[in-house]
């Protein structure tokens, strides 16, 4: 799917975005980890109450091969916008998420993630969040906030 869109986009990846809630988030995430066809990173990406669902091995790590270090600077040149509800029952799958993404992903370096988790929140898309998803997406589009 990134493929067939980038290449109706005359090939430039920058101009793709993928998100989802949920499941959706989960395969975003994963879309996400496993990219590594075009030399610009993806216009962005963002899940809603998702998290990875890859095991270790279903995705290329972060490493010192020169391959490996032009997939790890396309992940964290890729804006992404990551959101919880912290009274989710998988918040736990969430924190490891975030660890994994901190550490192998942005390697504690966050200018492109946008993490944004609330208290209250269980299993769903709140108000709040929507409004900070069109903050984050506003720039991306070229659009006035």
Do not use: C
């Not at 290329?60 to 396309?74: E, H, N, P, Y």
């Not at 998988?90 to 550490?103: I, P, V």
């Amino acid at each position: 799917m990134v493929q067939t869109e980038t290449e109706a986009l005359g090939g430039d990846a920058s101009k793709v975005m993928i998100g989802g809630f949920s499941q959706g988030g989960v395969l975003s995430l994963a879309v996400y980890l496993r990219y590594k066809e075009y030399d610009k990173p993806l216009g962005g990406v963002f899940s809603l109450s998702g998290m990875q669902g890859l095991e270790k091995g279903n995705y290329d790590a972060s490493g010192t091969s020169r391959s490996q270090k032009t997939i790890t600077k396309l992940r964290s040149d890729t804006p992404l916008f990551t959101y919880y509800g912290k009274a989710d029952k998988s918040y736990k799958g969430a924190q490891a998420t975030y660890k994994m993404l901190n550490d192998k992903v942005y390697r504690g370096k966050r200018e492109n993630w946008t993490r944004f988790d609330v208290d209250d929140a269980e299993h769903k898309i709140t108000l709040e969040t929507l409004v900070e998803l069109r903050k984050w997406l506003g720039p991306l589009q070229g659009m006035s906030q």
